[in-house]
């Protein structure tokens, strides 16, 4: 039979063991450890995340510089409790402490959370397994008479800050009016057989094509879609807005965000 005094005793050591690597100053070591072993294991697990997260969000660690970025990555690596062992989940991890579990602080950058999103969809989309059948796509790429299908690996992104703008030198204070006119739209994508992740800033009308794309659950050819564009704007010149339209389309499949279309 297992000794259960034995497994306790195993158990307490790890849970102590954990809870000093995350907040030495506020956990003790076990007993009978030697602070110089404990050293490198703190070390090594706070420089694994530390090193990850700075590698993802290498404009937030830059704007915040080196004492508030690891004052951050501190009360990250000490309080949150991560849902996955998967290593490229962390920042994602990271993302969600930003979101839900982070309490705010008077000296935040006003436009943090967006520009972490914005750093961390980099790696998420050049990490992606999602991919498209085209097997079903018509050969004629006909936009006028037939349905367009976006790419799975083309993300529409919409912030309040210019986010692809912001760096050390460049800080916006206040955020766009929350309209569709005001927000920075950006698509972020990638080739199947590329991780490199390309970012396009749209304007807000391409962004409403796209989107009308992506949620096109009644079958609309690439047509139909403008002249809703069209009615949307209160535009009379609805063959303008189609023929912009239909250049924009094909300027999208030329760089498989759009990657082709299905007929009717």
Known sequence: ???????????QIQYAFTAHIRQPENNAAP????????????????????????TTYPVLHEILGEQRWHTLIRDYFANHKAHTPLFPEMPREFLVYLEEERQPQADDLPF?????????IELALSISELTNDKTK????????????VLSNLAWLLSYQY?????????QPEQHSENSTE?????????????EQVNFTEVNPVVARLLQLVS?????????????????????PDTDSIIEFGLQTLNDLHKKEIIIG????
């Not at 039979?1 to 158990?11: A, E, L």
């Not at 007993?31 to 700075?54: A, C, P, Q, T, W």
């Not at 005001?182 to 590329?194: F, G, K, N, Y």
């Open 1 to 11: 039979m297992p000794d259960h005094k034995v497994h306790n005793s195993f158990t």
């Open 215 to 235: 949620e096109n659950k009644k079958s609309l050819t690439g047509k139909a879609l403008l002249t809703q564009i069209a009615k949307e704007l209160g535009n």
């Open 261 to 264: 279309t299905l007929k009717q």
């Open 31 to 54: 007993e009978n450890i030697e602070d110089r072993r404990m050293k490198i294991y703190r070390d090594l697990f706070y420089n694994n995340v530390e090193g990850f997260m700075s």
């Open 112 to 120: 943090m959370l967006e520009l972490a999103h914005y750093e961390w």
């Open 182 to 194: 005001q927000l920075t739209h950006i698509i972020a994508s990638r080739l199947e057989d590329s």
């Open 137 to 148: 796509l018509s050969t004629q790429t006909d936009f006028v008479n037939e349905i367009p």
């Open 162 to 170: 210019p986010v692809q703008h912001i760096s050390k030198d460049f």
